[in-house]
C-alpha cells in the first residue's frame, strides 16, 4: 500500500503553492509580475516620469531655466488640491535638471527642498534653509538666520542661484505672516540670487501676504486641476505598463475596470493618490480569491499540477468590475460622506452625533423631533 503524502506537503504555505500554480502558467501571469503589479500601485513608488501634466511640466521647466541661466530671481506659486501631481512633478523636474543646468547657466545651482509639514515652529525655516546650503551660522536666533539670509541672497557676488522648493508652504503661514512674507519678498529685490518655488493646496495664499497682492509683487501662479478620468486611465495603463513590461496589461487588468476606477475617481476630485490605493487593494483582493480557489484546485497528492490549470478561469488573479466595485463601495463613498460632513455647520453635526448616540442607547428603529430635543 502506498503510503499518503505526508501533511507537511499540504500545509506548505499558500504564498509558496501560489507560486507552484504560476510556474505551470503562462509566463506573464508568473508570482514576480504580480507582485510587481502590487508594488507599482503603492503611494512610495514614483514613476519615471509622471504621465500627463505636459502643460505644467513645460511651465515650470521653462520658469527655471529662464530664471537660472538670465541669473535673475523670481517666484512660483503652485497650487492645486491634493492628488494632483504638483510635488511629484516638481520633483521630477528638479531631478532632471540639477545635472545639466550649470552648464547652460555657467554658474554654480543650489538646490534645497523641504516640506514644511515637518517644523514644529515655522522660525525655523531659516536656520533649516542655511543648514542644506552647509552655512554655519554664529547662534541659532531667528534673527542671525534671517540676516544670513539676507545677506547671502542680497549681496553676494559669488556666480550661484539659489533654488529653494518649499512644500505644503501654508505650514509657514503665522498670525503676523512676517516669515512667510519675507521669503516671497527676497525675490522681488534687485540683484537677488533666489528662486522660490512654493506648492501649496491653499489656492488664495498669496492674496494673504501683504503687499502680494500688489501686481508689482505677485508671483507667477500656476493651477493643477485634478485629474479627469481619461488621465486616470493613462496613469492606471502606464503602471500597468511598467509591471509586464509589454503594452499588453489585460491579464492583469479588465479594461472595463480601468474604466470605472477612472470615472469613480475623477468623479471624487480626481485625487491621484485614491487611484493608486483603489488599485492596490484591488490586487490584493483578486490574489486572496486566488488563494482560495489554490485550495480546491491542487490536490497534495497531485503529481501534475499543470493537468488541473487548463481552465481558462485559472489564469493569474486579475482585477475585473467586481473588484473596483467593491473597493469603490466602501473607500470613495465613504471618503464622499466624510467630506460632506466636514462641510456641514457644526449644530448640523451636533443633531447627527445625538442621533447616532440615541441610536446606539436605545435601540430605537424611528426617533421623534421631540426626543432629539429634549437630549440637546
Sequence with gaps: MKRKASSSTYTTSKSARLNSFFKATKPNSSAKTYEKAKSLFRLSTTPAKLVGRDTERDTITEFLEKHIIEKKSGN????????????????????????????????????????????NDPKKIYETILGMLGQKIASSSVKNADEVLNKLFLKSRKKVMYIVILDEIDSLLTNDREILRKLFEWTFVRNS???????????????????????????????????????????????LKAATSSEEHSFLMDDKAIELCAKRVAANNGDCRKVLDVLRKSFELAEAED???????????????VDKTKSDDLNSPKVTITHINQITFSDIRGSSMMQNLNTLPFLQLLVICTLVVMKKKKKMKKITYGEVSANN
Design 291 to 305: 488563494l482560495e480557489d489554490l485550495d480546491n484546485i491542487l490536490d497534495p497528492n497531485a503529481k501534475d499540477v
Design 76 to 119: 512660483l506659486f503652485i497650487h492645486g488640491i491634493p492628488g494632483t501631481g504638483k510635488t511629484a512633478l516638481v520633483n521630477e523636474i528638479h531631478n532632471n535638471m540639477k545635472g545639466s543646468i550649470e552648464k547652460k547657466a555657467k554658474c554654480s545651482v543650489k538646490f534645497v527642498t523641504i516640506n514644511c509639514m515637518s517644523f
Design 193 to 239: 540670487r533666489l528662486i522660490l518655488i512654493g506648492i501649496s493646496n491653499m489656492a488664495k495664499l498669496t492674496e494673504l501676504l501683504p503687499r502680494l497682492d500688489d501686481k508689482d509683487y505677485q508671483p507667477q501662479i500656476l493651477n493643477f486641476a485634478p485629474y479627469d478620468n481619461s488621465e486616470i486611465a493613462d496613469i492606471i495603463k502606464d503602471r
